[in-house]
């Protein structure tokens, strides 16, 4: 079965510094999608970066990138040059299957960043 | 505009009593979900949907039907409401084909209070 684990439950930074938050999954599949949402104090959810686990580069999207250690089973999320309105809660994703239509994903219990001036 | 929209936004339901929560989505996508989110557990999966016609039971269904009468529209039914199913639920559409992976794009939550 598949699980999604962040042992982090808070983390505290200055605006402007690097935050990286941890995410370790397990799954049976060979083939698996692994995802990063972040969470307003409005409560929105919003898509953030993904990682195929094929792809051997880390992705990255404006100052999101991801720490891919496959054999580890873990993919971090770093957030770089902080801003205020980064405060939130991030949470990890996962969802098995490349070729198979429709699997839900699976999601952490969250990080809570806050970001201070 | 929003793409997924939910309603009601807020629900205060009594104990034993039926509550119907609905989603709606205009991305066109074949797949919605339903998630609870309980604080120290995250989102958690309750039933979800490959497109009009079907539903497929999550994680946590106990408690919970859903109907997807159309590919717009999904519904999470509680047919005897209890106090444990009061939380913030959220309504989600994704693609669900080939190696999309699935990226899933949220409504804005329902909170729920079963009194």
């Known amino acids: 079965a598949q699980k999604v684990t962040q042992t982090q439950t808070s983390i505290s930074v200055m605006e402007k510094t690097t935050v990286t938050m941890d995410c370790v999954y397990e799954t049976q599949d060979s083939s698996y999608f692994l995802f990063w949402y972040k969470q307003t104090a409005s409560g929105e959810i919003v898509f953030l970066i993904r990682?195929?686990?094929?792809?051997?580069e880390n992705a990255t999207v404006g100052h999101y990138s991801l720490n891919f250690q496959k054999p580890k089973s873990s993919i971090g999320l770093i957030i770089t040059a902080t801003q205020i309105e980064d405060s939130a809660v991030y949470f990890c994703?996962?969802?098995?299957?490349?070729?198979?239509?429709?699997?839900?994903?699976?999601f952490g219990t969250g990080t809570t960043v806050s970001v201070s001036p | 505009e929003a793409a997924v929209t939910q309603s009601p936004r807020n629900k205060v339901a009594v104990t034993g009593g039926k509550v119907t929560l609905s989603c709606n989505q205009t991305?066109?996508?074949?797949?919605m979900y339903w998630y609870r989110q309980d604080t120290g557990h995250g989102l958690r999966l309750i039933h979800y949907?490959?497109?009009?016609?079907?539903?497929e039971k999550g994680d946590i269904p106990d408690g919970y039907k859903a109907s997807r009468p159309s590919q717009e529209n999904f519904s999470l039914i509680l047919e005897l409401a209890t106090p444990s199913q009061t939380s913030v639920y959220f309504c989600?559409?994704?693609?669900?084909?080939?190696?999309?992976?699935?990226?899933?794009?949220f409504g804005e939550g329902s909170r729920l209070i079963v009194v």
């Open positions: 994703a996962m969802r098995e299957g490349a070729y198979q239509g429709g699997r839900a994903l699976i």
């Open positions: 991305n066109n996508h074949n797949n």
């Open positions: 990682q195929d686990s094929y792809k051997k």
């Open positions: 949907s490959y497109g009009a016609g079907s539903t």
């Open positions: 989600a559409s994704g693609e669900g084909q080939g190696v999309s992976g699935n990226t899933l794009y």
